[in-house]
């Protein structure tokens, strides 16, 4: 069993009741918890899984099965790559190179140390006619290019 803090108890207990209040469902009650601590810790399915009876493997199920759900914590920064075949074909993987080699994150990692970035891939945005495409921060840039690209990263790092 994993320790909660009295303040993340006093979440979690907000959480809880609106689950109750409203009759939700694993899906909604995992996506308030990522709402409120940006992503979803350990400990909080434990303490859940207790709380309701659940077990927390139904929670866990849920969490890999949808890619909206993350168990680390994300970057104060969001850039999504697109890897779909228009975007692959116009360049993508040298993008996504130059970006985790311009942020320094750590092979099998997508945050960086300072928690400034979190750098992911997807199969297609669906903006095709504009690739190669990158999101940061949910503003879509399209036609993007490496200096394009560290240039945006410049601009957010100072920030």
Not at 25 to 47: C, H, M, R
Not at 115 to 135: D, H, L
């Amino acid at each position: 069993m994993l320790e909660v803090s009295p303040e993340i108890e006093k979440t979690l207990d907000g959480i809880l009741n609106k689950y109750i209040s409203d009759e939700g469902n694993v899906i909604s009650l995992l996506q308030d918890i990522q709402d409120a601590f940006g992503y979803i810790p350990e400990k909080t399915v434990d303490w859940f899984s207790r709380k309701l009876d659940i077990p927390e493997s139904r929670f866990f199920g849920v969490i890999t099965f949808y890619a909206q759900f993350h168990l680390k914590p994300r970057g104060k920064n969001l850039i999504t790559a697109c890897c779909g075949t228009a975007c692959h074909v116009k360049g993508s993987d040298r993008l996504i190179s130059a970006l985790f080699r311009e942020l320094n994150i750590p092979e099998g990692e997508n945050t960086t140390k300072d928690g400034q970035f979190t750098a992911e891939k997807v199969a297609c945005v669906g903006a095709c006619s504009i690739a190669p495409v990158i999101i940061i921060n949910k503003k879509v840039y399209g036609e993007m290019n490496i200096s394009k690209l560290l240039k945006h990263i410049k601009v957010k790092h100072e920030e």
